[in-house]
Structure formats: structure tokens, C-alpha cells
């Protein structure tokens, strides 16, 4: 299975501000995501980010909250604007492989206060 | 899009006991569906996962059903131990392109 690096593991930020993380794949990968975690719930998939072109959102989700950059086959951010508390959750990129198997960063999670 | 239920939220057992995790989903595309084990700050792992080609799956302890007509799929975990105390997630897909859907997850207690 692939290598998932995601960083920032853990942030503190303030309300208004934006945080970027970042999530690194140690293969080149074609399917990259991103999912939420909020604190004791299950994981809400935000969007898909696409190498090349722009991300595909979910509903609920939307580009100007959550832009997302997929410059090439290993690696992807994710931006979280303008943040609120209700923004506090855990933040997760997954690569798939050819087996459709899906593997998770460890996760970012961020606390908005 | 597609919509999984979990049940139940909570599940205690004692060692050595069974333990069953049901999920339902509402696409009949989806036609792979994986579940997940995660510990507490911990990234959810890969567990055990099945097609929609193939009834049943069992890897050692645990064991996958999937019912297609219903829409339904199970976890079957024989023989508890302690350290299968997880919150555990079902997901489905239902396509290829490797986007789930999870269930709302059952945190498995298992009581020594």
C-alpha cells in the first residue's frame, strides 16, 4: 500500500484565518481525497481532487470554503478558509489503488477557536 | 448520491464472544464495499472488504456477508479479544473511482 504523509498532524488557529494541508504519496497515485471527521462521527468525503483539473465537490462543500490543488500525481492540499469553530475536525486525504482499496493520511485534526 | 447506514452505534461484548456490525446502503451500483478499523486518534486501517460478485469473505477471526438484493452487508468478528476494541466503519462505493461512503460507525467494546 501506498505511503500517505499529511501534515500539519495538529493546528490551533484562529478564527478568520485559513490553514493549508498538505498530503504527500510516496507513489504516483491517480485518485486522491479529502474527508472530514468531525469529533466522534464518521467520515463525510469533501471532495475529489483531480490531477490536472478542478476538484469535483461534494454536496455540502464548496470550492471557495475548501479549494483544493492537485499539481501532480503525489500530491494535494487542501484549504480550509476563512475558518469558524464548526470548521474543527479532523481532516483526511486517501489515495486508492487499482483494487479500488482506499488508505488514509493520519490525519490532520484542527482545532478553530 | 449513495446513503449507508450502520448499526448498532455501540456494541459491548464479552472476550472471547461474537460480535455483528450491519450496514445497509441505497445504491444498487455500488459494488465494493471495504470496512474499516479505527483506534482512538488513529487513521482508520483497511480491515476486510468484498465485492458484489462474492456472497461471502472471511479472513481469520473475521468474516464479511453481503447480501445485494437486500442492499445489505455484515462484519463478522468470531472470537473477541480486547484489542479488537475499535470504532469500526462500513463504507460503500459505487463505482470505481475509489470515493466511499461510510456508515456512521460502531465503537466495539470488548470486555475482558
Known amino acids: 500500500s501506498a505511503v500517505i504523509s499529511q501534515k500539519p498532524s495538529r493546528d490551533i488557529c484562529q478564527r478568520g484565518t485559513s490553514l493549508t494541508i498538505q498530503c504527500q504519496v510516496d507513489?504516483?497515485?491517480?485518485?486522491m481525497f479529502w474527508y472530514r471527521q468531525q469529533p466522534g462521527q464518521s467520515l463525510t468525503l469533501i471532495a475529489t481532487?483531480?490531477?490536472?483539473?478542478?476538484?469535483?465537490?461534494e454536496s455540502g462543500f464548496v470550492i471557495d470554503k475548501f479549494p483544493i490543488s492537485r499539481p501532480n500525481l503525489t500530491f494535494s492540499t487542501l484549504t480550509v478558509s476563512n475558518m469558524s469553530p464548526e470548521d474543527s475536525s479532523i481532516y483526511l486525504c486517501?489515495?486508492?489503488?487499482?483494487?479500488?482499496?482506499?488508505?488514509f493520511g493520519q490525519g490532520t485534526r484542527l482545532t478553530v477557536v | 448520491g449513495e446513503n449507508v447506514e450502520q448499526h448498532p452505534s455501540t456494541l459491548s461484548v464479552q472476550e472471547g464472544d461474537s460480535a455483528v456490525i450491519k450496514c445497509t446502503y441505497s445504491d444498487s451500483a455500488s459494488n465494493y464495499f471495504p470496512w474499516y478499523k479505527q483506534e482512538l486518534g488513529k487513521r482508520p486501517q483497511l480491515i476486510i472488504d468484498i465485492r458484489s460478485n462474492v456472497g461471502e469473505k472471511k479472513d481469520q477471526r473475521i468474516a464479511v456477508t453481503l447480501n445485494k438484493t437486500a442492499k445489505h452487508f455484515s462484519l463478522h468478528i468470531t472470537e473477541t479479544q480486547p484489542e479488537d476494541s475499535a470504532v469500526y466503519f462500513c463504507?460503500?462505493?459505487?463505482?470505481?473511482?475509489?470515493?466511499?461512503?461510510f456508515g456512521t460507525g460502531t465503537s466495539l467494546t470488548v470486555i475482558p
Open positions: 507513489s504516483q497515485v491517480t485518485m
Open positions: 481532487a483531480n490531477q490536472g483539473s478542478e476538484a469535483t465537490y
Open positions: 463504507a460503500a462505493t459505487p463505482n470505481t473511482g475509489n470515493q466511499f461512503y
Open positions: 486517501s489515495v486508492g489503488d487499482r483494487e479500488d482499496k482506499a488508505f
